[in-house]
């Protein structure tokens, strides 16, 4: 059931490409800015509160809408995985850019590159060159492959029914909108969600990180992860990334100009600096991913019919 799900989820985004930030991005903002607004005083037991009310109450009455619908025929069961599914994850979420970046890249259009890197990720890119541009560009897209795909697919599998995909995403918008706002506010509020969030994405980080390296170089990449991951900002995507960056033999990280200064950072990977045969490098790694989970999925379903 869950490989079926994921195939036909697969399929739909390909024929009809889901607006992501205006369709659920925008309204999952809303909906924990609206909780913010009625919780945060400052405290973090406010902010557990609010989690509970943003996010573990949306989960929980899927959970009984899913079980009804399952219980009526396992076809509405499927069907309502289908639609959480094609609302929660996706390739399309961040492919397009991509694409786009890296052909404008092939033809020398260095402009349009950066401004389409600016519009994908809201960041000033107007004095990036060409090889900063592919290898930020390859950094986001590792990122966004396990926020959109990886992580969301393995908490799916994990728990029953859509519920494990609502969970990621709400757990991860609802982090993200109130750090921002905790930053503005100087408070706790967000303290729990970051916690919480940490805890249901540590498997799913390691699981991508795992999935790179047996698709890709796997010496290079659980080197990297061992040794460099620690030294990323996020410590978390650091894992991703380092791994990622190890398995495609590319180097990531390092400076890039940011607001007209050079913004140090840490370099992950063993390999040649980054270009656009390498963003091209970065999508078979990611589907060759994807191909390896969708395998263990369908082995997983095989196993349990034997059994």
């Known amino acids: 059931m869950s490989l079926l799900s994921l195939i036909a989820v697969f399929l739909i985004e390909q024929l009809k490409p889901l607006d992501y930030r205006r369709i659920v991005e925008g309204p999952a903002n809303a909906w924990a800015d609206l909780v913010e607004s009625g919780f945060n005083a400052g405290n973090r037991w406010h902010g557990v509160a609010a989690w509970c009310v943003a996010v573990l109450v949306p989960v929980i009455v899927l959970a009984l809408i899913y079980a009804a619908l399952h219980a009526v025929s396992p076809v509405l069961g499927w069907l309502l995985n289908v639609i959480v599914l094609y609302l929660t994850m996706g ?173 140090d950072r840490a370099e992950l990977g063993l390999g040649e600096p980054a270009d656009v045969d390498f963003m091209q490098s970065a999508v078979g790694l990611v589907w060759r991913a994807t191909v390896l989970w969708m395998l263990l999925l369908f082995l997983l379903g095989l196993a349990s019919l034997v059994g």
Request: glycine residues 10%.
């Open 91 to 263: 390739f399309r979420q961040f492919s397009h850019y991509y694409t786009d970046i890296q052909v404008a890249l092939r033809l020398g259009e260095l402009d349009r590159a950066r401004a389409l890197l600016a519009e994908w990720q809201q960041i000033p890119t107007q004095r990036m060159g060409s090889e900063e541009i592919a290898r930020v560009s390859i950094e986001r897209a590792l990122v966004a492959s396990h926020r959109h795909v990886f992580g969301v697919l393995l908490c799916f599998v994990l728990l029953p029914g859509p519920c494990g995909a609502l969970l990621y995403r709400l757990g991860l918008i609802v982090r993200d909108r109130w750090q921002l706002s905790d930053i503005a506010q100087h408070n706790d509020f967000s303290q729990f969600a970051r916690q919480v969030f940490g805890m249901i994405d540590w498997l799913p980080l390691r699981a991508t990180a795992s999935a790179f390296a047996i698709v890709g170089d796997f010496e290079d990449a659980v080197h990297c992860w061992r040794t460099q991951a620690a030294l990323w900002p996020d410590k978390d995507m650091g894992i991703v990334l380092a791994g990622g960056a190890g398995a495609l033999g590319v180097r990531l990280g390092g400076s890039v100009i940011e607001e007209g200064d050079a913004a």
